[in-house]
């Protein structure tokens, strides 16, 4: 069939229909049949010629057009869609590289096979177009919940329709032994959105803790005002979960605003995530009190926070053990994922057992090293003395608070304790010399005996074995595995070395090597301060 004898309004229409169906721009359609004719052009008049095809927007006419493009004389390579300067000039005048000429040619009779290439192209572009337009639609919607209706279940995994696309809800993103049948309403975050080549999938849960805050969102007015912020939510879904919330509004009980009249707002949340046990804690920017609140229902007589090892220590009341750890743990752990901290539960008898442990141990330290009796050594520990170098050079007036303790005796028990220390570092270094500390190690300021000792016992017995030592190796610290922290031991850690007293002695030993330039790292932390007040800057603009 040839392009002049149909009817040309029938492509436009063509093209529109196409378009509605698929809701995509018709003139993407109208563009895919451009290509799909130049195609078949192409089988007609030559591979390599350069056809294009132009289709007019208004009436429909298709026209054929032959491109030649001009070009060095050297870089001719298809005679048929190039041409050089001298031989463009039998057709234009003053030619240069790059002009194009334009010669019109008759349309081609579309044969079976040339029709069934044209259809083809057309599909492809058309269902390339609607893939872009589901990424486009989808992308934004990413953490936000969608509702849609279940088409069918593979795998375990769920396919959702939501509205212009298939959505898929994986087995391990369901709410315990979730099943749906065909046609069932389901509502969902939409937690990815990603472009693939089968085109774009959107990928739902219904586990994710951002789900039950979106859900807040929605059936509390003002967590959607921003009166209320959700601070945290942690989650084990379809069982139990928590959340923090705080109030900028005094007037306002956050706490109550969610649970709602007779408990109706969360009741609608419990509803949707079925039958999840939902615990609302009020946020308080004091970790211990936070935590506090966490562990709520039960009740908590003691909290040691460590900030560094990003750990607490709770106490509870011996009849409030089990309450606070949780069927399974499940307690301590939500309030563990809440405040984002490790927390150890120990009982009331537990923390007296080892107070008692630590205060025996410190009171026989004092009582070998200093020569004391118990009953003194036990003073010492009662005012809070824990080691030989506070009781060394602690001020004077601190050890004369003691009962019983007069200028002499507290002058006595420092002399006691310097020699004691001096022997201990002496042992040390003796010890480290045998390892094979070297010199430059020994000088370097900032480390005693002790420290010495250990480095040696680990290997670092040089400078610069020192200065190759990352600052975690030195002071120990914390690493995630599969999702729990694990502990790293320093070979520093005993001696309550930090982790910014770390990076300074390594950076030091690094500038006396010569392996640093002071004035450069000097230059660095100025360029980082200027490049954080710009932030501080921007941010209060």
Same mark, same amino acid.
């Given at each position: 069939? %040839? ?16 378009? !509605?169906? @698929?809701?995509? *721009? ?6 895919? /049949? ?9 089988? &007609?008049?030559?591979?390599? /010629? ?5 289709? *007019?927007? @208004? ?6 057009? !032959?491109? !030649?493009?001009?070009?060095? *004389? ?17 057709? /234009? ?18 044969? &079976?096979?040339? %029709? ?8 492809? @572009?058309?269902?390339?177009?609607? !893939? ?9 919607? %990413? ?12 795998? =375990? ?104 009249? &007779? =408990? ?10 079925? +039958? ?41 009341? *011996? ?5 606070a750890i949780g069927r399974r743990g499940q307690n301590v752990r939500l309030a563990s994922q809440l405040t984002g901290l490790d927390i150890d539960i120990m009982t009331e008898a537990e923390e007296s057992a080892r107070r008692q442990a630590e205060f025996e141990e ?23 003395? #824990?080691?030989?170098e506070e009781v060394a050079y602690v001020e004077l007036d601190e050890l004369l608070v003691i009962d019983g303790v007069d200028e002499g005796t507290a002058e006595e028990l420092q002399a006691r304790a310097r020699d004691c220390l001096d022997e201990m570092n002496r @042992?040390?270094?003796?010890?480290? &010399? ?13 480390? #005693?005996?002790? /420290? ?9 017995? #040089? ?50 090597? +010569? ?15 200027? =490049? ?10």
């Open positions: 069939m %040839a392009i002049t004898s149909a009817n040309q309004l029938e492509l436009l229409q063509t093209a529109e229909a196409v378009a !509605r169906e @698929k809701m995509i *721009d018709p003139d993407l359609v109208v563009q895919a /049949m451009e290509e799909s004719l130049a195609r078949a052009a192409k089988s &007609r008049y030559g591979s390599e /010629m350069d056809i294009r095809v132009s289709i *007019d927007r @208004k009436t429909g006419k298709a026209t054929f057009t !032959r491109v !030649r493009t001009v070009v060095e *004389d050297d870089a001719v390579e298809n005679m048929q869609a190039e041409m050089t300067v001298e031989q463009a000039k039998q057709y /234009m005048e003053n030619p240069e590289v790059g002009d194009e000429l334009r010669d019109e040619v008759p349309p081609v009779e579309m044969g &079976r096979i040339a %029709a069934q290439s044209a259809k083809q192209v057309i599909l492809q @572009k058309v269902r390339e177009a609607e !893939r872009d337009r589901q990424y486009e639609e989808f992308k934004d919607r %990413a953490g936000t919940i969608i509702n849609g209706v279940v088409k069918r279940e593979e795998y =375990g995994n769920v396919i959702v329709d939501v509205g212009r696309g298939e959505a898929i809800l994986r087995r391990n993103e369901k709410i315990g032994r979730e099943s749906y049948r065909p046609n069932d309403r389901i509502r969902c975050y939409v937690k990815d959105v990603r472009r693939e080549t089968r085109g774009p999938q959107i990928f739902l849960s219904r586990i994710a803790p951002e789900f039950m805050a979106e859900l807040f969102k929605m059936e509390v007015p003002e967590i959607y005002d921003g009166i209320i912020e959700i601070k945290a939510v942690a989650r084990d879904p379809g069982s139990r979960a928590k959340i923090a919330v705080i109030s900028y509004d005094g007037s306002i009980d956050p706490v109550g605003a969610c649970v709602g009249m &007779r =408990g109706s707002r969360v009741q609608a949340v419990v509803n949707e995530l079925q +039958g999840e046990k939902i615990d609302i804690i009020p946020w308080n920017e004091d970790q211990p009190t936070f935590l506090v609140n966490a562990l709520q229902p039960a009740e908590v007589s003691k909290v040691v926070l460590d900030e560094e090892a990003e750990r607490i220590e709770v106490v509870v009341p *011996d009849d409030q053990l089990s309450l410190r009171t026989k330290l004092f009582m070998d090293t200093l020569d004391l009796d118990e009953f003194f050594a036990q003073l010492l520990v009662s005012e809070g003395f #824990t080691s030989l @042992k040390a270094l003796e010890k480290a &010399r045998e390892l094979g500390v070297e010199d430059n190690l020994v000088d370097f300021d900032g480390l #005693t005996p002790q /420290m010495i000792e250990a480095l040696a016992e680990d290997g670092v017995k #040089t400078l610069e074995d020192f200065a190759t030592c990352a600052d975690w190796e030195l002071a120990g610290g914390w690493t995630t595995v599969d999702g729990e922290r694990v502990k790293d031991d320093g070979i520093l850690e005993k001696f309550d070395v930090s982790l910014e007293e770390a990076q300074n002695l390594v950076m030091t030993a690094r500038i006396q090597l +010569g392996w640093v330039d002071p004035a450069e790292l000097a230059s660095e932390e100025e360029t980082d301060e200027d =490049g954080e007040a710009e932030v501080e800057a921007e941010a209060e603009a």
